[in-house]
């Protein structure tokens, strides 16, 4: 993450304008050895698809589910970041043949739970949002870092979040945010209670 000295703050939504939409019925299995089993927001799926498509496009062409948003394609921007076994990911990069008996989890779910809810006031309330075209990728990480035991402290955090690309070049907000969350680090105890994945 490229760091401005100064980024005017903007007014916005908290979600970034997350679609928080149920995913579309998904296509049922077929016998030609493309289907692959994965949970995707809570919910084991067969998904028809060939071994090299992206997990983005799945994502947002088969499912419906549109959060995580298309950028760089090449996974340098962040915008398309989910979590794959509860570690953010770029989904530009996964295919679905890397898919088989993983669990995925999008903005939509990870917006459900108290501890995005923390980041996404934090993100707002601090300006750190334009557009808001990267806030749903910036949420995830955020989200996971914020729930590690121990958490990191906010210069770590910083370095952590250099695979985001705000094309608005609203960082000085998101790093005052970013101050404010992860002033201290997190005992190791977790006696914060902020562990555990997304409910
Ligand atoms: S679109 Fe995936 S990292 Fe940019
Ligand atoms: S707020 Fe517009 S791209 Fe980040």
Same mark, same amino acid.
């Given at each position: 993450?490229?760091?401005?000295?100064?980024?005017?703050?903007?007014? &916005?939504?908290?979600?970034?304008?997350?679609?928080?939409?149920?995913?579309?019925?998904?296509?049922?299995?077929?016998?030609? &050895?493309?289907?692959?089993?994965? %949970?995707?927001?809570?919910?084991?799926? /067969?998904?028809?698809? !060939?071994?090299?498509?992206?997990?983005?496009? #799945?994502?947002? %062409?088969?499912?419906?589910?549109?959060?995580?948003?298309?950028?760089?394609? #090449?996974?340098?921007?962040?915008?398309?970041?989910?979590?794959?076994?509860?570690?953010?990911?770029?989904?530009?990069?996964?295919?679905?043949?890397?898919?088989? &008996?993983?669990?995925?989890? @999008?903005? %939509?779910?990870?917006?459900?739970?108290?501890?995005?809810?923390?980041?996404?006031?934090?993100?707002?309330?601090?300006?750190?949002?334009?557009?808001?075209?990267?806030?749903?990728?910036?949420?995830? @990480?955020?989200?996971?870092?914020?729930?590690?035991?121990? !958490?990191?402290?906010?210069?770590? =955090? =910083?370095?952590?979040?250099?695979?985001?690309?705000? !094309?608005? @070049?609203?960082?000085?907000?998101?790093?005052?945010? #970013?101050?404010?969350?992860?002033?201290?680090?997190?005992? =190791? /105890?977790?006696?914060?209670?902020? &562990?555990?994945?997304? @409910?």
């Amino acid at each position: 993450m490229k760091l401005p000295d100064q980024a005017p703050g903007c007014p &916005g939504d908290s979600c970034g304008g997350a679609d928080l939409s149920p995913p579309r019925s998904l296509p049922a299995a077929d016998s030609d &050895g493309r289907c692959h089993f994965v %949970e995707i927001n809570g919910r084991r799926v /067969a998904l028809d698809s !060939r071994a090299d498509r992206r997990l983005l496009a #799945i994502l947002r %062409e088969d499912l419906g589910l549109v959060a995580a948003k298309p950028g760089c394609g #090449i996974g340098r921007c962040g915008a398309c970041m989910v979590w794959l076994d509860d570690v953010p990911v770029n989904s530009c990069l996964v295919m679905a043949w890397q898919l088989d &008996g993983r669990r995925v989890s @999008t903005a %939509e779910l990870v917006a459900d739970s108290p501890i995005s809810e923390d980041i996404r006031q934090a993100i707002a309330q601090c300006g750190g949002l334009q557009c808001g075209y990267c806030s749903p990728g910036i949420v995830v @990480t955020l989200t996971h870092l914020y729930q590690r035991v121990p !958490r990191p402290c906010a210069d770590e =955090v =910083v370095t952590l979040m250099s695979g985001h690309v705000c !094309r608005c @070049t609203g960082y000085s907000g998101l790093l005052r945010a #970013i101050a404010g969350l992860f002033a201290q680090p997190s005992d =190791v /105890a977790g006696t914060s209670g902020h &562990g555990g994945g997304p @409910t």
